[in-house]
């Protein structure tokens, strides 16, 4: 099935220049990065997560989100999701290889990712971690291959591959679950440590993950002979609506917890995203931005008039998924490091070489996409043309 990917016409392969462009001037700084020191960033001893690992957090939802199409159809038997299951898990294995990669710059040195390997600790965070997303990667890989491969050759999957399936659905929470764990185990971050920060992280996944999957099945629809389906879209767009009252719901929760509870390490971190700290404001409208676009398409997409409009259902989404990244994105991050645990308030501020190297990964990761995109969408031309 991999030649399917090699055909296409000139726009698809414009499309994939860029990228290749792209991904590789993301390669050059990345190169410099290596030989020059993390240094090149904006990150320093106060802040030791930067917008790497915001990048990291976020698509991890997006991986996780994915389960919101394989739940329905595998175990309710909700047969209208048979038609993009597929593009469900492949989205999720191109979000786990930007994760990867993204934990991979952020090291500074690659090599150190194999101490993970080489000295197991079963007690740390990060072992875990590393379990859950290459597990699911492999899991996706696995299903998604063979499902698609036994719908071109028109027969039934194969029975060996039930086990796997029913594992990769609580395999899903279990790779966002994990990466909440690494930050409300750090007892010194008053604004991670919470117990509500996995089903928060949780919610907001099924949110952003469907959201960005209904764009892709709008776009299909325009660009191929495939259509992914009005009622599909419109089942996601329900998803989409209660994951993100939730998530709104949670962290609403969260302020009035911290603000009643009038605990300056709890306070002061919300103190300084949307109010400003000490004269520091950097991320102050970014933050409310983020509020706005999660209301605004929570309120258009809580009527249903508004929703079934695929127009208005576009907007909503692109909406949830911006909001979500400002919200998750950075103001996660650099919210649970400023101010430090002195009350020292120190900003982050990503660097240009950042910048172009979080491009190249994204580039690499819509690269993934895009082939694979290519190779399940042909497939089912394939299908639809021998049935007609």
């Not at 071109?152 to 060996?160: A, G, I, L, S």
């Not at 659905?169 to 409300?184: E, N, S």
């Amino acid at each position: 099935m991999l030649e399917l990917a090699l055909k296409g016409t000139k726009r698809y392969y414009g499309w994939v220049t860029g990228l290749l462009l792209v991904a590789g001037i993301g390669v050059v700084f990345w190169l410099w990065q290596l030989q020059f020191g993390l240094g090149i960033t904006g990150m320093s001893r106060s802040v030791s997560w930067g917008f790497y690992i915001a990048q990291f957090t976020f698509l991890v939802g997006v991986a996780a989100g994915g389960l919101m199409v394989v739940l329905p159809y595998y175990l309710h038997n909700y047969k209208a999701f048979g038609r993009i299951t597929i593009l469900g898990e492949f989205l999720a294995i191109s979000a786990l290889v930007m994760c990867l990669l993204f934990i991979m710059v952020d090291l500074g040195q690659p090599n150190r990712m194999l101490n993970v390997l080489f000295y197991p600790t079963p007690h740390s965070m990060l072992f875990w971690d590393m379990i859950v997303l290459n597990g699911y990667l492999f899991l996706n890989i696995i299903v998604g291959w063979n499902v698609l491969e036994a719908e071109r050759n028109n027969v039934p999957p194969p029975k060996w591959l039930k086990p796997f399936i029913y594992l990769s659905i609580p395999w899903a929470v279990g790779i966002h679950t994990v990466t909440a764990y690494l930050y409300c185990g750090l007892p010194g971050r008053g604004f991670w440590m919470t117990a509500i920060l996995a089903p928060r992280f949780l919610a907001s996944a099924f949110a952003a993950g469907p959201a960005f999957l209904v764009l892709l099945c709008m776009l299909i629809r325009k660009v191929t002979r495939f259509d992914p389906g009005k009622e599909q879209i419109q089942t996601l767009g329900k998803i989409i609506t209660y994951a993100i009252i939730i998530n709104v719901f949670f962290f609403l929760c969260e302020v009035f917890v911290a603000m009643y509870s009038q605990i300056p390490e709890h306070m002061d971190h919300l103190t300084y995203l949307f109010a400003g700290l000490h004269g520091h404001d950097t991320l102050v409208p970014f933050m409310w931005a983020a509020q706005l676009l999660m209301v605004t398409a929570i309120l258009l997409l809580i009527n249903p008039n508004a929703r079934k409009n695929e127009p208005v259902l576009a907007v909503a989404c692109v909406m949830v998924f911006i909001g979500t990244w400002l919200d998750k994105g950075l103001g996660m991050i650099s919210g649970g490091f400023v101010p430090d645990p002195l009350h020292h308030v120190i900003e982050y501020t990503p660097t240009i070489p950042e910048l172009i190297i979080t491009a190249g990964v994204w580039a690499v990761g819509f690269l993934v996409l895009t082939a694979l995109f290519k190779i399940a969408i042909g497939v089912k031309e394939e299908v639809m043309g021998e049935m007609g």
